[in-house]
């Protein structure tokens, strides 16, 4: 094999290597854990309003948008009636037997579901 070709195929395959690292360095930085924004600081209570439901209450802090929030029942998701925007004193109701995990939960498009609150209750 000539000696030019031989250099050509080094730098070719150096070239790809190099754009292969660059990719994957990038894809990290995008997709890395916590990317994106922070969940709003706020404070939640959540207490048995009967034997079959649970309410969860935004206890003071930053207001948050109801597309952002989910409820989870044992891990199930639950629908909760909130406002659109959740302030202080508002209040949902989920249902939830005794002895129940409830979980709540914050999230955006871009970034990955946060528990931000978990009760037994």
């Keep these: ?29 995008v997709s890395a854990p916590g990317a994106g924004p922070s969940p709003p600081d706020a404070n939640w209570t959540a207490e048995r309003v009967n034997e079959s439901h649970v309410r969860v209450a935004h206890a003071g802090g930053e207001p948050v948008e109801r597309e952002h929030l989910a409820v989870a029942v044992n891990g199930t998701e639950r629908a909760v009636a909130w406002p659109d925007v959740i302030v202080e004193g508002d209040r949902g109701v989920v249902r939830a037997s005794e002895g129940s995990v409830v979980e709540l939960y914050w999230s955006t498009e871009h970034s990955r579901r946060t528990r931000i609150a978990s009760w037994r209750l």
């Design 1 to 29: 094999m000539n000696g030019d070709r031989i250099l050509d195929i080094v730098a070719v395959g150096l070239a790809l290597a190099v754009v292969a690292a660059v990719g994957t360095v990038v894809l990290a930085a």
